[in-house]
């Protein structure tokens, strides 16, 4: 049975990881950050969200790249660096095992209609504003690095 102290502790690390999935997010570090060993912070973690934080963390990844190339114009090169990712190979291949299409024909197959809405979104690894084709809210700013993340639109219940 896990804590209520525990359970606030992992939400805030979820909460981390909603807020800057675009960074070079360690499972050591959130774990550290909220006070936890890494091994016990792994299980709790996995028992309260059903998946492990590395987990976790690529699909919130994956689900805001799909987002992206259903709604964008947006290079998949630029979308992959938008999300943290840092090898195109290594994104298209992960996304093609998760979606069942690469990122092209993904894009192609699921083209949003509303497509076009010119929102300025920070890169990770580019501070000047780069135009996305993306009609949402502005971006989620991380305190400690100053990075954008693109904004994550997910719901993740704790299991009960």
Known sequence: MTSDATIDKLRRAREIIDRRYCEALDV?????????????????????????????????????????????????????????????????????????????AYRSANADPRRGAHTAVRTPDHGRPRRLSVA?????TSAESGRHCPPARHVLHTRT
């Open 28 to 104: 050591p570090m959130l774990a550290g950050t909220v006070g936890l060993s890494r091994a016990h912070f792994i299980r709790e973690f996995h028992h309260a969200f059903g998946q492990s934080p590395h987990q976790y963390i690529v699909r919130l990844r994956m689900e805001r790249a799909a987002a992206l190339l259903r709604t964008t114009d947006v290079a998949v090169a630029e979308i992959c660096r938008a999300i943290g990712w840092q090898s195109v190979g290594s994104f298209t291949t992960r996304f093609t095992r998760t979606h069942g299409l690469s990122p092209t």
């Open 136 to 140: 949402t809210r502005p971006a989620a």
